[in-house]
């Protein structure tokens, strides 16, 4: 005899945990260039990235889409990495004048590396020898926000977290 | 205090208090990260199972706490300032010995006479 019982309640309905599909919409960041750093003043860690993003049009020519990327999360970390220990060039945590100043180190920079790593699905962003890692912290509590968001080129969004999660809307 | 290597930390093990963002997981699953509301549930998890093993990493100090197969990470958060501001990423009471372990831009040992709260200092 099986019993069935309720399933809780998804706290983040329309999401996705499709992992393999999100890394599918992510390959158009190969090769973006960073053209601008935006730090709100109250940012709290909060941040965006203005990327030139190269891609595929319909009709098979290729396409150049100024577009943004925004790290909602509190967790992040930039570290300059190369043959030695990793230094840590900024973090979520610093004050916003520090901040400001210390991302500008990316402007110019091209994305060479794009990797999501389970089970937390901490997204690893590598720009050379600088690695910007989005840690998420928050996998259980409803009404969260993503912990980043990408306008692609076809102007869909895609917010991933919070969490081990996904959407696209648009 | 005196410097002490990763691998001198990962010798000695206790107790550990204050973390400003961390992630409990399992092999496969999250438990819960530091922002969830129901932490407190979460952390049961961790009840009377021993710390196995510490894994530092050299130069940002990001740390794993393995106790048993579950998983407490731990993300520094803060670059280290010029102006020597420093914020405690974790302490650690070593067992018996009187000694604390803290981690802020660096790692260091000292005496828990008077161990400062973990945050910024």
Known sequence: ?170 | MSTVTPAQARQRIAPLLGLPAWRLESADRVLAGSEDAALQQALDHLEGRPLTDVLITPGTLATTFDFGGLRLRTFPLHRPDPDGHEYDHWLLWLDGSGDVLVADSRLRIGRDDAPDAPGER
């Open chain 1, 1 to 170: 005899m099986t019993t069935q019982t309720d399933c809780a309640p998804e706290p983040y309905p329309g999401t996705s945990t499709d992992l393999p599909a999100l890394r599918r919409q992510l390959t158009v960041l190969q090769g973006g260039k960073v053209t601008s750093v935006h730090v709100p003043s109250e940012s709290e860690g909060r941040f965006a990235l203005l990327l030139a993003l190269t891609y595929r049009r319909p009709n098979g020519r290729n396409g150049l889409a100024y577009r943004w990327l925004t790290v909602g999360s509190p967790a992040w970390r930039l570290d300059l990495t190369g043959p030695g220990e990793p230094v840590v060039a900024a973090a979520s945590g610093d004050a916003v004048p520090r901040l400001a100043a210390d991302l500008r180190v990316l402007v110019g920079r091209q994305i060479t590396d794009v990797r999501i790593t389970e089970p937390g699905w901490d997204t690893l962003i590598e720009f050379g020898d600088h690695r910007l890692t989005v840690f998420p912290t928050t996998y259980h509590t409803p009404d969260s926000g993503p912990d980043w968001v990408l306008r692609l080129p076809s102007r869909r969004q895609l917010g991933i977290g919070p969490g081990a999660r996904w959407e696209a809307r648009g």
